[in-house]
């Protein structure tokens, strides 16, 4: 391995990593990006086209048989999660930014929307965002390609929620919706989280870091799960130590700053693997806040069969998932909680039928029931914002090693009692807006679950209750970031990676004009 | 068996990879533990007698019966034909839990068909099939799985929605998927009652 030590060494290839590896390296800083899992072409790794009977378990795999990636969280591939999300992208609002402000609870972050929407505007740039220009106070509008058009199964959602009062917009994601010179526009072929194999949808790698290669400052180490990053006598980080995904041999790379961006848990999980004697709890948790503060989102769901898709013919409607949303309402209207929600909805593939287990009956009425209901079938997920609280957060498990030896991640998490309020109130809503399009009820989920997960190394200014300051800079070690979902200081309601990959466009400048005063 | 929520909770602890959270395909066949990787060649519909890998063939042909039953064929083919007993037979072998409930329930069917009949279970007429089966289907359409051959319907019918939904015959041909294409455009939605 190269002996070289680089100005800024990432870990972590994904959203963040990705996008402040190209960033840097377009300004001429060289940059080291350490990753776990292989170098994966989504041309050929993943199972994009495959349906259900191609495997005689009729689980599609993510991976093709005999290529390696996805293994594990510490070893997924250069590309990290964008290559398998549904690249949903939007801007968070002031709201989101000043939420303690405006409705008491929770946690401001100290920047607000005016320092993130010149950096949104970049990404947007780069990556390729389609949308429609909705003028919504609590959802920034961008630089969009054209939005997708509407499935008549989101035709009839609106036509419900339009009774109530509620707005139902295009969805707005990092897929082209036109072809630019390098990436074709969508093919709607319906498997964008299976891995988009001809890149309409953004991933990091092929969209940031490998043209990035090319600046000649950028070096990619693959197949390296990081278990420390090492820390000098000076309080000064100086590189990192990894374990070889295949040969389980120990390597060191070096650099002058380094950047923890392995994607929430994992990067709290990698600080606290980094003990030292000066931080005996792990590496920047002088506050003691290191893992606290988890925020990951809530979800409900709700199955239903619209009634007007009943026994209708079938489309080809699978392509791109899903193509509208229900943006927060809530926050402008009275209520007995504090923030929001949102409605992302129709991002079910048409391959799996799960549901037909519990249609009643069996015979030819069963088999008719089925028939009848398929092109009639929507889900309905409202995510909800959690407040912190003391009962969650994200520790290691010392008794439980993974395959590279290294304790596992933990996450801790209890509903308060404002996230109940929250949960309640979605459910009751999509409910209320699926009854008023017209369905009829498959399932209502009576829990929450997480997704997206957010918090664990808090954003701040005060050092006494956050781990990374508004430059996603630790407050214990100048020379060593934080940049990831782990640093949202309260989450939205809203898919977080176009935020992620705004904040790690802002380090890049913040970081070079570090550079360039001689500071690091 | 694996509720939704177990699944959930799975996904939970492997880290939840993308806001997706209805993907979770709690199929049978997923519940593997498998003593060697699992084969990656396409199924093939049966052609031939097949050899099933866990039941005896009496068994297999109870089997192969229940599946007809549950999905029988209308206008299109039914569980037999899209290849549903071989899929259960594929989900049993690999997957030990099953073993004793599938053998007991098949058992319990063939006593009563003796009891009522004097005969074997598929020597039955179709009407005495069905009348051996429907208050079993029905105590699990109220939610009821007090029995073992309450549960033994339910296991056996939601792997022959599982084997039949997700083969060429059922998704494709008998509920139409049409996806999987490449479209110059996405065709928008201009029905004047959906507007």
Redesign the interface.
């Known amino acids: 391995m190269s002996k070289q030590v680089y100005d800024v060494l990432i870990v972590g290839s994904g959203a963040a990593g990705g996008t402040l590896a190209a960033h840097l390296a377009a300004k001429g800083v060289d940059v080291g990006v350490i990753e776990g899992g292989p170098k994966i072409d989504t041309r050929t790794a993943f199972n994009t086209h495959s349906m259900p009977f191609d495997f005689p378990n009729r689980h599609i795999p993510t991976m093709r048989p005999g290529v390696s990636g996805f293994e594990s969280e510490r070893s997924r591939g250069l590309g990290g999660k964008t290559m398998t999300w549904n690249a949903v992208a939007w801007r968070l609002s002031h709201r989101d930014f000043k939420g303690r402000s405006i409705d008491g609870a929770g946690e401001d972050w100290p920047i607000d929307y005016s320092d993130l929407a010149p950096y949104y505007d970049q990404i947007e740039r780069e990556v390729g965002v389609c949308g429609n220009l909705d003028h919504l106070e609590d959802l920034p509008d961008g630089i969009f390609l054209p939005p997708v058009p509407m499935k008549c199964s989101d035709m009839i959602v609106r036509r419900g929620a339009r009774k109530l009062g509620v707005k139902v917009i295009h969805v707005r994601k990092a897929t082209r919706s036109i072809a630019s010179p390098l990436r074709p526009a969508c093919h709607f072929c319906g498997n964008c989280m299976a891995g988009c194999d001809v890149v309409a949808k953004y991933n990091s790698y092929d969209v940031h870091m490998l043209p990035a290669l090319k600046t000649g400052h950028l070096d990619l180490f693959p197949n390296s799960v990081v278990r420390e990053v090492m820390v000098s006598s000076e309080n000064r980080a100086t590189g990192v130590r990894y374990v070889n995904r295949e040969t389980r041999a120990e390597g060191e790379v070096r650099g002058r700053s380094v950047v923890v961006a392995c994607a929430c848990v994992q990067s709290v999980a990698l600080l606290m693997m980094s003990k030292s004697q000066r931080y005996p709890t792990g590496l920047a948790n002088s506050s003691g806040e290191l893992g606290r503060n988890f925020i990951p989102h809530f979800t409900g769901g709700v199955e239903v069969f619209l009634k007007d898709l009943m026994a209708q013919p079938t489309t080809d409607d699978e392509g791109f998932l899903d193509h509208a949303y229900v943006p927060s309402f809530m926050h402008t209207r009275k209520r007995d909680f504090a923030r929001s929600f949102g409605v992302q909805f129709g991002y079910q593939n048409r391959r799996s039928v799960g549901w037909a287990r519990s249609m009643p009956g069996f015979g030819k009425a069963y088999k008719q029931s089925v028939k009848d209901r398929y092109p009639a079938f929507l889900v309905f997920s409202p995510y909800g914002e959690m407040l912190p609280n003391k009962q969650s957060f994200i520790d290691l498990d010392l008794n439980k090693l993974d395959a590279y030896g290294l304790p596992m991640a933990r996450r801790h998490v209890a509903w308060g009692e404002n996230d109940r309020k929250i949960f309640r109130e979605m459910t009751r809503w999509s409910r209320d807006i699926l009854e008023a399009a017209g369905a009829e009820f498959q399932n209502v989920d009576n829990e929450p679950a997480t997704n997206h997960e957010l918090g664990g190394c808090r954003m701040g200014i005060d050092s006494r209750t956050s781990v990374v300051n508004a430059d996603c800079r630790t407050h214990d070690v100048p020379n060593l970031y934080v940049v990831d979902g782990s640093v949202f200081p309260s989450a939205s309601e809203k898919n977080p990676t176009h935020t992620i990959m705004a904040l790690a466009a802002r380090v890049a400048d913040y970081i070079v004009e570090t550079l360039r005063k001689g500071e690091m | 068996m694996a509720t ?2 177990d699944t ?1 909770k799975i996904i ?1 602890a ?10 979770a ?3 049978y ?2 519940q ?1 533990h498998h003593h060697h990787p ?6 093939q519909p049966a052609r031939g007698p097949y050899n099933p890998k866990f039941f005896t063939t009496r068994e297999f042909e109870t089997v192969s019966r229940i599946a007809d ?4 064929p ?1 206008d299109t083919p ?1 569980a037999v034909a899209a290849g549903v007993p071989e ?1 259960i037979d ?2 049993v072998s ?1 997957n030990r839990q099953h073993e004793k409930p599938m053998r007991q329930g098949i058992k319990w069917l063939h006593h009563q068909a003796r009891k009522r009949h004097h005969k074997r279970f598929v020597e039955l007429a179709e009407e005495q099939q ?1 009348e051996l ?1 429907a208050p079993l ?1 029905d105590a699990v ?1 109220r939610n009821e799985m007090k029995t073992e051959c309450q549960r033994f319907f339910r296991t056996i ?2 792997m022959t ?8 015959i ?2 494709v041909q ?11 455009s ?4 201009d ?1 004047p ?3």
């Open positions: 939704r929520r959930l939970g492997i880290g939840s990879t993308c806001a997706f959270p209805f993907s395909n709690d199929l066949g997923q593997e699992p084969a990656s060649t396409p199924v039953l549950i999905i029988p209308t039914g899929y594929y989900v690999n069905i089966l289907s359409d019918k939601s929605a599982d084997g039949y939904y997700t083969s060429p059922g998704l008998e509920l139409g998927y049409k996806g999987n294409t490449v479209l110059a996405f065709p928008e939605c029905h009652e959906h507007q």
